[in-house]
């Protein structure tokens, strides 16, 4: 009895030994950990993947939304965070963190108006915040007649579509709203997720551009890359210069180059409304958080040296999947506030 | 090895087994403290209020169960409103009436249908049946009933009507296994002698079968809310997620556990993330007022057809 009692007690030993074993970083190679937003995940799990067969360096990265992301890197659980809402340069320096932009999306209306195909409807940004602040209510609005001549426009309940989840998203959506409209700024505001004066909510891009698909007379937003998936009706937009764009790589782009980049301070840069003849209004980056203090030379600087990697080789796997990569000058401007601000017991990290 | 099996393990077992009871309420405190602990600074701020406030505004930090409480309990209503006659006819068919192969293939069937992750039955209800609900039943509706409250407003499908029609379909199979299984445990005899007697297959129902089993069948129906009150993946797939109190079924609603997944990953401000954790310590206490209610109601109806038995 005893005796089998031991071999059992044993075998367990052996069990756990093993297993402890087979976990332990030094047999599975460098491992990467991040956390956060969902809205890049596309793109930074194509290049872990990548970076992977170059150079053995394995990523995981675990799309919990930015406020895990935030919460996870504050907690110090990952290498580092990943967030759609950028922190202010106070956040920043209270918890000992640097935040760089790692690429740019574009958020697009999208719509469900039976008789009108993509990229025909015009809408102004006053009508878009009005549409979404409940204001205006059917598709024959004088309103939205008034910018669509020779568009015909059914007599048809609008529904509002909106994230039912706090989103890097609708971060960026009622940015633009709060910029383009007073009442929007101050009954909805600008937020993660907001008070919505109307409308119901879907669960994640996917979800809006389902609910989007199935209620006629929708209009929601969703990421560029869920509208073309997805192949939803996107409409135009007017922007600062008064020109109606549509949503393309071409017009994110535009967007993100007019922006000042070297004066925003902790990189905080939002790039809604922003001006140009072709910019995209509702174009957003999504920024990486990681800390400024670091505690193992090798980690942090395996940790960069991904994201390096990522500007230099990473444009034609982000453009094929629909998100736009940061501008050269922007990203000596990031590998500058590595150099400078990324430290293990005072000594700089990178190069 | 004969001697040692003579060994008296009750003391054993029985500190083994009040182990695991304390284990249980120890489990049960620590959640309740956990979450009081978690939502003291929503508590705080809101106090009392926060059960009856209906605004729900995280940009400029203003919380209220109201609407997340009302969609919970409207939702698990319409639900347990279906489902409860339903699962009683479909058990009373099958163990009553029906032929023993197609009892067999229909109490398979259903046993199935309780294997099923509720995830599936949200994307069904969203891809399937809301379109279904907004292009036939919801028009029709408002047409025979014009101008009750319940049935207006733009059939888009989603919302309160659909969640709790899909949580009926959840919970039925629970009622209807349970209740199956208790009709089964009527003894033949008595059934019997009341057939022997003249009573029709009605009177045996009525006045035999649901007397016998009606504890068990309180008891499943209370499974049945269990499951329905908590459901979160299927209801927040077809509810329409919205944070406001409306008369109309076809409105969008939300509930405490749709909230809750929500929004607890984007919750990166401290108040907010209190107030969703002081939404879940709701939903606790929810939970265990029907506990009581349902603890209550078996000892009553116990009580009541004692006599019967």
């Not at chain 1, 004066?263 to 400024?292: C, E, N, R």
């Not at chain 1, 999947?321 to 050269?328: E, G, I, T």
């Not at chain 2, 919970?171 to 209740?179: E, G, K, R």
């Amino acid at each position: 009895m005893d005796k089998k009692r031991n071999n059992l007690f044993h075998i367990i030993l052996i069990a756990l030994t093993a297993l402890l074993v087979s976990t332990s970083p030094a047999l599975a190679g460098v491992t990467i950990n991040g956390a956060g937003a969902t809205f890049p995940y596309p793109v930074y799990a194509q290049w872990a993947w990548l970076y992977n067969k170059d150079t053995g360096v394995k990523l995981n990265y675990q799309s919990i939304g930015s406020g895990g992301g935030i919460r996870q890197i504050k907690a110090k659980t990952v290498d580092f965070g990943a967030s759609d809402a950028p922190l202010q340069a106070a956040q920043l320096n209270e918890a000992g963190l640097l935040q760089f932009p790692m690429v740019i999306g574009g958020v697009v209306p999208v719509i469900n108006v039976p008789g009108v195909t993509a990229g025909k409807l015009k809408l102004s940004a006053t009508t878009l915040a009005d549409i979404f602040l409940g204001k205006i209510s059917a598709w024959n609005d004088a309103a939205i007649v008034k910018e669509n001549p020779g568009l015909v426009l059914p007599d048809t309940a609008i529904t509002v579509v909106h994230r039912a989840d706090g989103s890097g998203t609708t971060w960026i959506f009622t940015s633009y709203l709060s910029k383009v409209s007073a009442e929007w700024r101050n009954s909805a505001g600008h937020a993660k997720s907001v008070k919505w004066p109307t409308g119901v909510g879907g669960k994640g891009n996917a979800g809006v551009a389902a609910y989007v698909q199935r209620i006629k007379g929708a209009i929601g937003y969703v990421e560029y890359a869920y509208a073309l998936q997805n192949k939803l009706n996107y409409s135009l937009l007017q922007n600062q210069a008064g020109k109606y764009v549509a949503p393309t790589i071409a017009t994110f782009q535009a967007a993100a180059s007019n922006a000042d980049w070297a004066k925003a301070d902790g990189f905080y840069l939002v790039l809604t409304d922003q001006p140009g003849q072709d910019s995209w209004p509702i174009t957003g980056a999504s920024f990486i958080l990681v800390y400024k203090e670091q505690a193992k030379a090798e980690m942090a600087k395996e940790v960069l040296n991904f994201f390096d990697w990522c500007y230099r080789k990473g444009d034609e796997t982000a453009e094929k999947l629909d998100y736009v990569p940061m501008p050269k000058s922007v990203v000596s401007l990031v590998e500058k506030a590595w150099r400078e601000q990324i430290k293990v017991a005072g000594k700089p990290v990178w190069p | 090895m004969q001697t040692k099996s003579h060994i008296n393990f009750d003391p054993a077992f029985r500190w083994l087994t009040l182990a695991g009871g304390l284990a249980i309420l120890f489990l049960v405190g620590s959640i309740c403290y956990t979450l009081i602990i978690g939502a003291m600074p929503a508590l705080k701020k809101f106090g009392i209020g926060f059960l009856f406030s209906q605004s729900w505004d995280p940009a400029f930090k203003e919380f209220g169960a109201l609407s997340s409480v009302y969609g919970t309990l409207v939702s698990t209503a319409i639900g347990m409103l279906i489902a409860v006659p339903l699962s009683l006819v479909i058990a009373l068919f099958l163990v009553e009436l029906a032929p023993p192969a197609v009892s067999r293939l229909v109490g398979g069937a259903i046993e199935l249908l309780a294997a099923i992750p509720s995830i599936i039955y949200g994307m069904w209800g969203l891809f399937v049946f809301a379109p279904f609900l907004a292009d036939h039943v919801q028009p029709w509706l408002t047409s025979v009933a014009p101008g009750l409250p319940l049935f207006q407003g733009p059939p888009i499908g989603i919302g309160m009507l659909a969640a709790g029609i899909i949580l009926a379909l959840m919970v039925l199979p629970f009622i209807t296994s349970v209740t199956r299984d208790v009709f089964q445990m009527v003894p033949e005899v008595v059934k019997e002698s009341a057939y022997g007697m003249g009573s029709t297959t009605w009177e045996v129902t009525r006045k035999v079968t649901l007397p016998y089993g009606i504890q068990g069948v309180v008891g499943a129906c209370f499974l049945g809310l269990g499951r329905a009150i908590g459901e979160t993946m299927a209801v927040t797939f077809v509810i329409g997620n919205r944070h406001e109190i409306s008369a109309s079924l076809f409105a969008a609603g939300n509930s405490i556990a749709s909230t809750l997944a929500n929004e607890f990953t984007e919750a990166s401000d401290d108040l907010y993330l209190a107030a969703l954790i002081e939404l879940g310590l709701v939903l606790f206490g929810i939970t265990l007022v029907i506990q009581f209610i349902a603890r209550w109601w078996l000892r009553r109806t116990a009580r009541k057809l004692g006599a019967v038995r």
